[in-house]
């Protein structure tokens, strides 16, 4: 913003001296003293010839008049040019006496930080990471491991089983394009995954999340990620099951998948990871979180697998793992796997 401010003052400057020196010029060229002495000044407006040069001037006006007005114009001029230098050097100055932006402070603006960090290349904004990171390239494609008893739900497709991938770890540390947060309605952070993705990222994730006006379960809504290696956080809100899951509870589960997976690709982003969402603190129990989230990933890349390059499936505890490899092969089975099976 001051980097424009300052060319603005200064077109604004080159502007008024042109025109007021121009004017001034002017006055001094049509004026008889200088027709007397043969003077021609270069950016008087060259006009078709008619007759002799001191043919116009200032005819009847008495000569310390027109002396007085071109020094008055000239005097302008000065003033003008003097002021725009001040402007300029004083903005110049400002800027170079601004801190450099803390991302990792409430009082910076987030927006600013937010543009400032998309703007980045990878090596800037591994700068700026508060915790170590994983790439993308650390995160294998899921293999199958040959032994399952998962009937298969759906036919074989190398394309998306090439786009998948079960990762046990910390979901801050994942350097991708987008981390789905289990948030609550607030988005204002809380603990769990939501407490990790707030410390990770911190404060301005909090400052952008205050202006969102909360979020209803099912329902996604997308952020900065501040100093987290990711570039986005999707958040979304869980249904809170207490170990009962009906037809809402799941339809609601279905939609936090869907609903942040439609988010990242119309933000084109291309590599997203989730979650168990509400298998916590929330209560849905994980043996039935993982088939809906496997079911309803699948069916979203069936339609959309052009536009993502990899979702990962993100588990912290030991039994989500064992649970998400049980049940991965019959969403993503593979061809010699259904082979096997006939
Ligand atoms: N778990 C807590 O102690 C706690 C307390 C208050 C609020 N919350 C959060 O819980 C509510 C949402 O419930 P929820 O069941 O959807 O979420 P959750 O309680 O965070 O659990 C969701 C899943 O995320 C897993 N998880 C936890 N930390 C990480 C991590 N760093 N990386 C990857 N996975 C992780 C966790 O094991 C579980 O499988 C929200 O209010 C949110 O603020 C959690």
Known sequence: MQVMALQISRIAARASVCVLSRIAFQAAANSPACAR?????ACARPRRFSGSPASSGWRGVPVLTRCRSVAVLLGTVGVSAAAAAV???SAVCA???????NFDSDKSDWKE????LLSMSLEERRKIYKTDYISLDQVPVWKHSGTTSAKPFYKANDE???????????ITKLEIDAIANAANKTLLGGGGVDGAIHRGAGPLLRKECSTLGGC????????????LPAKHVIHTVGPIAHGSVGETERQALRDCYNNCLHTATKNQLRTVAFPCISTGVYGYPPE??????????????EDNSAQLDRVI????????????????PAYFPKDEFLKSKL
């Open 160 to 170: 998306l089983n090439q786009k998948i991938s079960l990762f046990r770890g910390d």
């Open 87 to 89: 402007l300029s050097s």
């Open 288 to 301: 039935q979180a993982v088939e809906v989230a496997l079911k309803t990933v699948r069916e979203y890349l």
């Open 113 to 116: 930080a937010k543009n400032k």
């Open 37 to 41: 002495r043969g003077v021609n000044i």
């Open 216 to 227: 209803e379960t099912g329902e996604a809504k997308i952020t900065g990620a501040y100093c």
């Open 313 to 328: 499936f993100c588990v912290f505890l030991k039994s989500d793992e064992n649970l998400y490899n049980s049940q991965l």
């Open 95 to 101: 800027m170079a006496a601004r801190p450099p932006l």
